[in-house]
């Protein structure tokens, strides 16, 4: 839906996290509310660090199974990565 957002992100094995849903519809996900408390507790360090260490994270939960199934994890990702964009300088998705 929302081809144009995307953030790049080490450690997930793609290129870029492509944002493929409606920001509003994200933020209802349970996925949501577990990563924006994340983010927001560490958004006082560099957006590239946040980006690196959030990643860094979700990679390992992933490399560990803690998301059951590959679409559990692609849902994760995206709601992570909403919150990253949400994180950096106030981008407003709200349109």
């Known amino acids: 839906m929302n081809n144009n957002l995307a953030i790049k992100m080490p450690f997930v094995g793609v290129q870029e996290v492509e944002i493929h849903y409606s920001p509003k519809l994200i933020r209802n996900r349970i996925s949501y509310q577990f990563w924006k408390p994340i983010v927001e507790n560490m958004s006082w ?3 590239h660090k946040l ?3 959030t990643s860094l994270m979700w990679s390992q939960m992933d490399d560990h199974h803690k998301f059951n199934t590959m679409k559990q994890a692609g849902f994760e990702l995206e ?3 909403l919150c990253l964009l949400e ?3 106030n981008f407003n998705l709200d349109k």
Do not use: E, Q, R, T
Request: hydrophobic share 50%.
């Open 45 to 47: 360090m560099p957006f």
């Open 51 to 53: 980006v690196h260490s």
């Open 79 to 81: 709601s992570l990565a």
């Open 87 to 89: 994180a950096k300088k």
